[in-house]
């Protein structure tokens, strides 16, 4: 194609599905305890020895792209002649649509041949990985890049996130969680149920008692929202975070309630959500019904 699309690593799949679907990708950074890294897709760090530092008790940060790092990258893009599309982590989550816009603002006297499209996903996560799968296959339907950045405005609330935790240690460093509610949750085995709103936001939308009920509360959601209800066979992706078995429980009981999804691919969340998450969180996404509401 003329064209590339691209996308951050907080899109959460991994190099060998980017790889495949030809997605470009550039790397946020995270800090463990002082150190700083790049976000590489657990090429560097594996995603087991990420997660045991977190289980030991590092301190963890993260920083976005920088406008000097993406016009590096994209000057690179650029000069193989081709334009480009960039979709970026949720501007409810994250200022680095701001960051691509400036290093967009500053490349395109230095390409004035070449187009360079910024979007705003609305979306984090493997639900930024969907999006960017919806956005390869368009394009390997053949639609240009106009149409497909029309498009790719058009469908930003198209993915449902659905999410929920099991630990709540880091939502309380990041403030998500208040340390009652967080104490509370810990002894009563409250977990929280969250979403992603239409402003592409972090949403808690209810507390549910017990592990087994709020992965069941997942599939709910699925049920309620997904395209089609019970009969979607749409893409369906899981991320989750040191808790394998919990998104593989998720797994079985979406395929066991939705006979026309085909496959389930299950994600490790990246270093930089991760930092944010702590261990335990899963998330489900699906393409939804209507745009997002407010619940």
Not at 215 to 236: F, N, W
Not at 243 to 251: G, Q
Request: charged letters at 25%.
């Amino acid at each position: 194609m003329s064209y590339i699309i691209s996308t951050c690593t907080t899109a959460d799949m991994t190099k060998e599905m980017f790889d495949k679907l030809g997605i470009r990708y550039i790397g946020f950074h995270f800090i463990v305890d002082g150190r700083s890294y790049t976000d590489d897709l657990y090429e560097s760090m594996s995603a087991k020895e990420f997660y045991g530092h977190i289980r030991n008790g590092a301190e963890t940060s993260t920083s976005q792209v920088s406008v000097g790092e993406y016009v590096d990258y994209f000057r690179e893009l650029l000069s193989e002649g081709r334009d480009i599309l960039h979709a970026c982590l949720s501007s409810g989550i994250s200022n680095t649509v701001q960051s691509a816009n400036a290093a967009a603002d500053m490349l395109r006297s230095e390409f004035p041949d070449r187009k360079i499209y910024i979007v705003d996903s609305l979306c984090a996560s493997s639900g930024a990985g969907m999006y960017m799968t919806l956005l390869a296959q368009k394009r390997d339907e053949g639609m240009d890049i106009d149409a497909l950045y029309q498009w790719a405005l058009d469908h930003q609330q198209t993915i449902q996130h659905w999410f929920c935790s099991t630990d709540l240690t880091y939502y309380i460093k990041g403030g998500r969680v208040s340390k009652i509610s967080g104490v509370l949750g810990g002894i009563f085995e409250i977990c929280p149920l969250l979403c992603v709103s239409p402003e592409g936001k972090l949403k808690p939308i209810a507390k549910i008692r017990t592990k087994k009920k709020v992965l069941t509360a997942l599939v709910d959601k699925m049920e309620q929202h997904a395209l089609g209800g019970k009969e979607y066979g749409g893409l369906c992706y899981i991320s989750q975070s040191d808790c394998l078995e919990d998104a593989i429980s998720v797994r079985e009981q979406v395929m066991a309630r939705f006979k026309n999804v085909k496959q389930v691919p299950i994600f490790d969340i990246g270093t930089t959500i991760g930092c944010h998450t702590g261990t335990g969180t899963v998330a489900l996404f699906f393409v939804g019904d209507e745009e997002r509401e407010d619940e």
